[in-house]
């Protein structure tokens, strides 16, 4: 790997890590003024090529561009109404666990649970004390990733090659083993209980991203593998460029 | 001997192991589990019930007893169109409600909601035609839903310094036009319903043998300042009129603040509306009915109610 290759992987690596960074945030609690005032300081893309992610931004655009009044309370509510809800048939709301998704009875802390937490322990990353909810939790399985893409970016800098391969290898196992194995349910729930188009627009943009990592992950991975290959090698940065285009949200 | 020697524990022990089950009738078989999850489908939600402006309205006012007057003043200030900070200022000078947990914003937009406002989008037309009209042209290329979001991104493109085209141009948030906010006529039918001297004349000639209670209270409120609770108190618990049955001034105050005769203001205040009514002869009438024919309590009472009010509504309409 060329060290120009070297800098646009770790641009897309630092991009991957704020996208997963900023999807986490919205997932784990409401709005807050601080993230409100973030949101309405950033610009989206407009055109990645992922016509999910490019949906997702639109309609968090477009909402934030339409809100008026109380808009943190709005929002406030609608988290409730597509994360919570109100009833307790397991099928009230668009609920973030994967345990939820993965188990016959749509049971929380199930199995599913149980293996993200060994990863994570595995990982050497323990859950904070303020964390009250199951590990499975969307917004921390978003979180891990973000933590395995810093490593990654870290070994990058570090020039250590290997380490960054293996950690690349561990998001895109972990991709598959689990996000992308429940997530587009949650997603499709997603567009029936929020009422905004900030939910509906998070939950196409997460579904889109995750696709887009996936293929992001396996192009660059293919590439490693092809060791000294230069076509590969080249092949796996462009490919890189491009489905990394999802993460490139920046704050103005 | 210990009794772990005297018992062999069997770690292989299987209490299923003569009933003959099948791998699959077994509870505990392994089975590995794959989304798509079979009650998937259940998973929807359920359609909304359709009501109309003036259903949703009454469910608000119903469901806000204590804030009714409040959300009717709400709608009446917006009869000419405000925006919603003007609208919102307006309603905190008229009805201030320091203790209420819907601040004015919040008090609008359940009444856009319930369909007693709505929200004029392109107010701003009226300020700037050509700009409205801009705007409008471009939110059409955009989609409806987008329009907020199209006209910056093709904004965007036209003054880039960087000259981004449409496949690496940015979308960001653009504030939201002014809007502003007027009222429905289902809204103003709301008003007309519950703001008028007809339903406090009703109510309270209900048991028209009150009548001089709530004459009391109506006058005592409507003194400078307004009145405090326990001096209401005193002043109508002792009187022999709710002795039998038992009556405690909570309930004349009651129904005062129901119709919006009286207001909460720290004290308890006359209204402009409960100021008419006992303006309007309503208790003169009844006394000087008194004086020729003694009302009966209860039932009786209550059937002469309609009648009742309909003399003095008809009084008081040829007063004004």
Redesign the interface.
């Not at chain 1, 949101?39 to 055109?47: I, Q």
């Not at chain 1, 934030?64 to 109380?70: T, V, Y």
């Given at each position: 790997m060329s060290h120009d290759q070297e800098i646009g992987l770790i641009d897309v690596l630092r991009g991957r890590r704020a996208t997963y960074q900023f999807l986490s945030r919205l997932f784990r609690t409401e709005v807050d003024q601080e993230l409100y005032d973030t949101?309405?300081?950033?610009?989206?893309?407009?055109?990645t090529g992922n016509a999910l992610v490019d949906e997702g931004?639109?309609?968090i655009?477009?909402y934030?561009?339409?809100?008026?009044?109380?808009v943190l309370?709005?929002l406030a509510v609608d988290y409730v109404r597509a994360f919570i809800g109100s009833g307790n048939?397991g099928?009230s709301a668009a609920y973030p666990y994967e345990s939820v998704?993965?188990?016959?009875k749509?049971l929380m802390m199930q199995d599913a649970r149980d293996e993200v937490l060994v990863l994570y322990r595995a990982a050497g990353l323990a859950k904070q004390e303020s964390w009250k909810e199951g590990e499975d939790h969307i917004a921390l399985e978003l979180e891990f990733e973000q933590i395995l893409c810093e490593r990654a970016i870290a070994a990058l800098e570090d020039g250590d090659e290997d380490a960054c391969h293996a950690l690349l290898l561990s998001q895109r196992n972990f991709l598959e083993d689990h996000l992308l194995?429940?997530y587009p349910?949650m997603a499709a729930?997603l567009q029936?209980?929020p009422r905004t188009?900030f939910y509906k627009g998070l939950g196409k943009l997460t579904d889109g991203f995750l696709r887009n990592d996936r293929e992001f992950l396996d192009a660059v991975l293919s590439g490693d593998g092809e060791g000294s290959d230069e076509d590969g090698g080249e092949l796996s940065c462009e490919t890189a460029a491009s489905a990394g285009g999802a993460s490139?949200a920046?704050v103005? | 001997m210990s009794d772990v020697e005297a018992f062999v524990i069997d770690d292989d022990f299987d209490p299923l192991a003569d009933l003959d089950l099948d791998e699959g009738e077994r509870d505990d078989a392994e089975a590995d589990y794959l989304p798509p999850i079979p009650d998937a489908d259940k998973s929807v939600v359920p359609p909304p019930v359709e009501l109309s402006p003036a259903e949703r309205i009454e469910k608000l006012l119903s469901g806000m007893p204590g804030q009714q007057f409040r959300l009717l003043r709400a709608v009446e200030l917006c009869t000419e169109s405000r925006t919603l900070e003007e609208a919102a200022s307006a309603l905190d000078e008229a009805h201030p409600s320091p203790t209420s947990v819907y601040n004015s914003i919040q008090v609008i937009q359940l009444l856009e909601r319930a369909g007693a406002l709505e929200r004029l989008e392109h107010a701003e037309a009226e300020d700037g035609p050509a700009q409205g009209e801009g705007f409008r042209a471009k939110g059409a290329v955009g989609g409806s839903a987008d329009a907020a979001v199209a006209a910056p991104v093709a904004e965007a493109d036209a003054a880039s310094p960087e000259g981004e085209g449409l496949d690496g141009s940015f979308i960001s948030v653009t504030p939201a036009p002014p809007c502003r906010y007027q009222a429905t006529q289902a809204g103003l039918d709301a008003i007309a319903a519950h703001v008028n001297e007809d339903r406090i004349v009703h109510k309270i000639t209900e048991e028209k043998h009150y009548l001089p209670i709530f004459q009391r209270v109506l006058e005592m409120t409507a003194r400078e300042g307004g009145c405090p609770t326990k001096e209401l108190d005193a002043a109508v618990d002792g009187d022999p009129l709710c002795a039998e049955p038992r009556r405690f001034c909570g309930f004349f105050r009651g129904k005062l603040e129901e119709t919006g005769a009286i207001e909460w203001r720290d004290t308890w205040a006359i209204t402009d509306l409960g100021r008419s009514v006992l303006a309007s002869g309503l208790f003169e009438a009844s006394s000087s009915a008194e004086g020729t024919a003694p009302c009966s309590s209860g039932a009786s009472a209550s059937s002469d109610a309609a009648s009742f009010a309909e003399g003095v509504a008809a009084l008081s309409s040829s007063e004004r």
């Open positions: 949101l309405v300081s950033m610009r989206f893309p407009a055109n931004y639109r309609m655009c477009g934030l561009s339409k809100a008026s009044g109380d309370t709005e048939d099928f998704y993965t188990s016959p749509r194995a429940w349910m729930d029936k209980f188009d490139k920046e103005a | -």
